[in-house]
T-cell receptor
């Protein structure tokens, strides 16, 4: 149990376009999901905390108007990269916390975004 | 702010060798400490955790002890296997600064040769 999926696994888009990445908890409900960004050979950087039914909380330095997060249900959170530029190319990873009050995060396999 | 520092990789060992991956942390409050593993093409998985000083986390032959006096949480395994090849991340979670947030080290890529 505790499987998290991401779709797509990789995507290539042109500069200036928007791309949406989905994060789903397949066999549990997740009130809280997290979005991370991982640069090559570097650590995961927390971008934002996504809570079902409320606005996401963004980490310092993350542009909330560029990285739109919607947590519409207890099993789905989406990250939309708006007006993408080559510097947005990265590996985006989500995680989900089972139920409420839990603390263990279950991670998705990640989405590779390349902006040309 | 909170931070985690891991030993630089990559690390290459022969099968059955002893493994140590160093991890030290800086944190206010009393963090929980974690080791995550990322196998090729897969998401991060929790390997082990410790929630208070002197706790030892263990799983799949891996161990790590929460050392408050040295602010360390080194990962060890007595005899590694080829299947242990992966990227290992040390992390801390400080509930005092926002529940459940994780701060990761930079990751250590481990390759085990047969």
């Amino acid at each position: 149990g505790a499987v998290v999926s991401q779709h797509p696994s990789w995507v290539i888009c042109k500069s200036g376009t928007s791309v949406k990445i989905e994060c789903r908890s397949l066999d549990f409900q997740a009130t809280t999901m997290f979005w991370y960004r991982q640069f090559p050979k570097q650590s995961l950087m927390l971008m934002a905390t996504s809570n079902e039914g409320s606005k996401a909380t963004y980490e310092q330095g993350v542009e909330k108007d560029k990285f739109l997060i919607n947590h519409a249900s207890l099993t789905l959170s989406t990250l939309t990269v708006t007006s993408a530029h080559p510097e947005d190319s990265s590996f985006y990873i989500c995680s989900a916390v089972r139920g409420t009050g839990g603390y263990e995060q279950y991670f998705g396999p990640g989405t590779r975004l390349t902006v040309t | 702010g909170n931070s985690v520092t891991q030993m630089e990789g990559p690390v290459t060992l022969s099968e059955e060798a002893f493994l140590t991956i160093n991890c030290t942390y800086t944190a206010t409050g009393y963090p929980s400490l974690f080791w995550y593993v990322q196998y090729p093409g897969e998401g991060l998985q929790l390997l082990l955790k410790a929630t208070k000083a002197d706790d030892k986390g263990s799983n799949k032959g891996f161990e790590a002890t929460y050392r408050k006096e040295t602010t360390s949480f080194h990962l060890e395994k007595g005899s590694v296997q080829v299947s242990d090849s992966a990227v290992y991340f040390c992390a801390l979670s400080d509930f005092g600064q926002g529940a459940q947030k994780l701060v990761f080290g930079q990751g250590t890529r481990l390759t085990i040769n047969p």
